[in-house]
């Protein structure tokens, strides 16, 4: 289960946007979670795809277990070239 998902409200031009989420284990067994943060460009001048993963962690966790995931995007990855 995710919960708690904090996103910055802005962030510095040369900072990496630090995504904050609570992945927690509701099943009986230990397992694993991926977690990933995908971007959507709604107004890009250019044609790009629906959906873009520029984060992932893998946690396992055991049953009941609850750990905060954080995910950076560097600047970079958030911007268009042309």
């Known amino acids: 289960a995710l919960a708690d998902l904090q996103v910055p409200a802005k962030v510095a ?16 067994r230990r397992g694993e979670a991926f977690v990933r943060a995908d971007i959507h460009d709604r107004v890009a001048s250019r044609t790009r795809p629906a959906r873009q993963m520029k984060a992932h962690a893998r ?10 995931v954080t995910l950076a995007i560097p600047h970079a990855e958030l911007a268009l070239v042309a």
């Open 59 to 68: 946690v396992t966790l055991d049953p009941g277990e609850r750990k905060v």
């Open 13 to 28: 031009k040369d900072e990496a946007v630090q995504l904050r989420v609570a992945v927690t284990n509701a099943g009986l």
